[in-house]
């Protein structure tokens, strides 16, 4: 029983940063076999603390002490990257703000302790209920106060080098808060006072954290903004071209119409006829999906892969895609299909095709456009760069439609195999 409670007692620090961690990210999604990778974590984590129990009470212990607690930390932080789909930045940023958020429980324990001095004599399982309890207690406040409504809101892009440079940070201002209590024999009142010292700092590094988020926020929305002017421009060629598309196709049709009225027998008459059901039949070929603003991205498209003599495909069931925003929508499908033509257009006419498909599969929707091509597609972070002089403006609208996917908690496909590009997307259903 004397070796389950040392155990415990030396394992706190494990259990406490584990919990802290899981509140931050629990919401998250999750890779698989998440549980038993957390679950290897802990028990590794509080194997690893065991250590302490060779490690000398002096100063050298001391030290290693507080290495042993940072790589405790390190080790949750990366067992909670490999159980979570979230950048390694974002992981290491939350897993930061938990540790800061442990010790400023662990410092409210020693304010306690110093005000009460009694509980300094109640040593063994009931000072680790006494510390545990009331860093839970902390913890459950924290939440309902604070992080509820932070867990809600979206992940922003942070620097890792940053992030590194604020945990590195945190292990030092804890490091030697914890060497100044340790030599430092003073009255409770200056021992409060460099606790209070020690909670003020976390919630510096807290707030230093919260601010590389707003940064990254920033210059998401940044890129996005950049991303958005260059789709309008080139959504203004795309309109400019369609209306030309319908001013010479009025102009055919005035023509076919006249011609009608001077034909000399019945079957040139009946071959103008045929001719006129031709182009109207190319002018109005609009997929009906059963959403307006589907209907509208595919009538616009449609002219103007006839214009190129570009063979579109579209299979699409629109009756579940109320759930977006009809601006999102379209400018989600009308990025898809810009891409698609623009790549197409740069191969000979008889390969020119695009295969759009959306249907609603278990409770989600399926997007999926498919297309050849011709020449090196380079994967560079999340865009793709192709063998065009326009580097720098191409691939903007992939980063549009990844925006708007994960806005609606989806998950994007790229692949670019076998002369095809595929983009699929999936989104749930709300």
Excluded at 84 to 98: D, E, M
Excluded at 185 to 202: D, G, M, Q, T, Y
């Amino acid at each position: 029983m004397t070796e389950i409670i040392t155990t415990l007692v030396l394992g706190e620090f494990a259990f406490e940063i584990f919990i802290i961690d899981f509140i931050l990210l629990y919401r998250k999604a999750t890779r698989k076999y998440a549980f038993p990778t957390l679950l290897s974590v802990l028990a590794l984590s509080i194997a690893l603390l065991q250590f302490r129990r060779i490690i000398p009470a002096n100063d050298i212990g001391l030290v290693f002490s507080s290495l042993l607690y940072f790589a405790d930390y390190l080790i949750v932080t990366m067992g909670f990257f490999l159980a979570y789909k979230l950048p390694l930045a974002n992981v290491i940023s939350l897993s930061t703000i938990g540790y800061c958020l442990q010790h400023i429980g662990y410092s409210i324990v020693q304010i306690l302790t110093c005000l009460i001095p009694t509980l300094n004599m109640s040593l063994g399982v009931y000072y680790f209920m006494f510390s545990f309890g009331t860093i839970l207690i902390f913890y459950a406040s924290v939440y309902f106060l604070f992080l509820r409504r932070m867990m809600t809101q979206e992940d922003s892009p942070i620097s890792l080098k940053r992030i590194i440079l604020s945990s590195l940070l945190l292990y030092i201002i804890t490091s030697v808060i914890n060497l100044v209590m340790t030599q430092t024999e003073a009255a409770p009142l200056a021992l409060i006072c460099i606790r209070l010292l020690a909670i003020f700092s976390c919630l510096f590094v807290i707030n230093l954290q919260r601010s590389y988020a707003l940064v990254g926020t920033k210059e998401k929305e940044n890129n996005v903004l950049t991303t958005l002017i260059q789709n309008e421009q080139a959504h203004q060629r795309m309109s400019e071209e369609s209306i030309n598309i319908i001013n010479i196709k009025v102009h055919d049709l005035k023509k076919l119409i006249n011609s009608l009225t001077t034909a000399e027998d019945e079957k040139s008459r009946k071959e103008i006829a045929l001719e006129t059901d031709k182009a109207l039949k190319e002018y109005s070929s609009i997929a009906h999906t059963q959403n307006k603003t589907l209907d509208n991205i595919l009538f616009e498209k449609n002219l103007i892969c006839l214009n190129r003599n570009i063979h579109l495909v579209a299979i699409c069931d629109g009756r579940h895609l109320s759930f977006m925003n009809p601006i999102d929508l379209y400018s989600l499908v009308t990025n898809l299909l810009d891409n698609a033509i623009e790549a197409v257009s740069q191969l000979a006419e008889s390969e020119r095709s695009i295969r759009l498909r959306i249907i609603t599969k278990n409770d989600r929707i399926q997007i999926e456009v498919s297309n050849p091509y011709k020449g090196k597609v380079v994967r560079q972070k999340d865009s793709f760069l192709s063998s065009k002089a326009d580097k720098i403006n191409h691939g903007f609208g992939l980063k549009s439609v990844q925006f708007l996917v994960e806005k609606y908690h989806g998950n994007m496909v790229v692949e670019a195999e076998s002369d095809t590009f595929t983009v699929l997307i999936v989104m749930p259903l709300d």
